[in-house]
């Protein structure tokens, strides 16, 4: 009787030994999958975290090694768009051309050669002190010739006259626009009757970009921006694909009726 007792007991130590060690065991392996999960989750966050202030950095560089780094990409990049705006958009020597989001200036020097009559003048407005200070740098001596005109405000407020400018061009710069149709309310109202605007953009780059959440909502869609475009008074409003090396891109063009 007292064996069996005993023997019980040490069963039942043995059982309770066991349960513990399992219980332990399950606990390691919440531990363990709690600490892989939490990896992967901080992993995306910081991916997400990243993402983000690069498009920070696209939509407004600032004097900061983000912002030294994004203008790098710019100037590799974009210099193909900027000229194909420049090309496209058909500038004559008189004309008064305004670029938006000008970034590191390297269309406002393709247009600013063209512009060789004497009533030719380049606009250019970037909202980004940085780019603002950099492109007055690049340009100094147009600026200071009077050509060339860099104003550091928003696209959605510009210090223009109604009706003054002839063609208007931009690259990579709606996607950043919180309101689309405030913006190209504010083109149509200072482009003259007939005026043509041009923005070149590599849809394939731009929705990668916005596939990695770098690009901030939904205004990167081209039909989004040809919508406000129509909304504000441009007519004409078409998208054609352009080849060209070492890529091809996009160009939307759009006339001011009014
Ligand atoms: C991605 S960068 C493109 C720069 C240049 N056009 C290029 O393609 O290399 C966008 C530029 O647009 C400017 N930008 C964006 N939204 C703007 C706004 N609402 N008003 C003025 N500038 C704006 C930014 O500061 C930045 O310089």
Not at 124 to 131: A, H, T, W
Not at 161 to 187: M, Q
Not at 210 to 236: C, H, Q, S, V
Request: proline content about 4%; charged content about 20%; glycine content about 8%.
């Amino acid at each position: 009787m007292n064996s069996a007792y005993e023997c019980s007991d040490v069963d039942h130590l043995l059982l309770r030994t066991r349960s513990q060690e399992c219980a332990s065991r399950v606990c390691l392996w919440c531990l363990e999958y709690v600490f892989v999960a939490s990896k992967r989750i901080s992993c995306r966050i910081s991916q997400v975290m990243w993402a983000e202030k690069i498009g920070k950095q696209l939509g407004k560089p600032t004097r900061s090694a983000a912002g030294w780094l994004v203008t790098r990409f710019l100037v590799a990049h974009n210099r193909v768009l900027e000229e194909g705006a420049v090309q496209l958009c058909g500038i004559q020597p008189g004309d008064v051309v305004l670029e938006l989001g000008h970034g590191p200036g390297l269309g406002l020097q393709a247009a600013a050669n063209l512009l060789t009559g004497p009533t030719g003048h380049l606009i250019g407005v970037d909202y980004s002190e940085y780019m603002h200070q950099l492109a007055s740098k690049k340009m100094k001596e147009l600026v200071a010739s009077g050509k060339v005109t860099l104003h550091h405000c928003d696209v959605t407020t510009m210090p223009l006259s109604d009706s003054t400018v002839d063609r208007v061009f931009h690259c990579n710069c709606y996607y950043f626009w919180p309101d689309l149709r405030k913006g190209a309310a504010e083109i149509h109202r200072v482009m003259k009757p007939g005026g043509l605007m041009v923005t070149t953009t590599r849809l394939c780059a731009v929705a990668t970009f916005a596939a990695k959440k770098i690009m901030p909502g939904e205004n990167w869609r081209p039909e989004a921006y040809m919508a406000a475009l129509r909304d504000t008074g441009f007519t004409d409003v078409r998208m054609e694909d352009k080849q060209s090396r070492p890529f091809n891109y996009q160009a939307i063009y759009a006339t001011a009726l009014k």
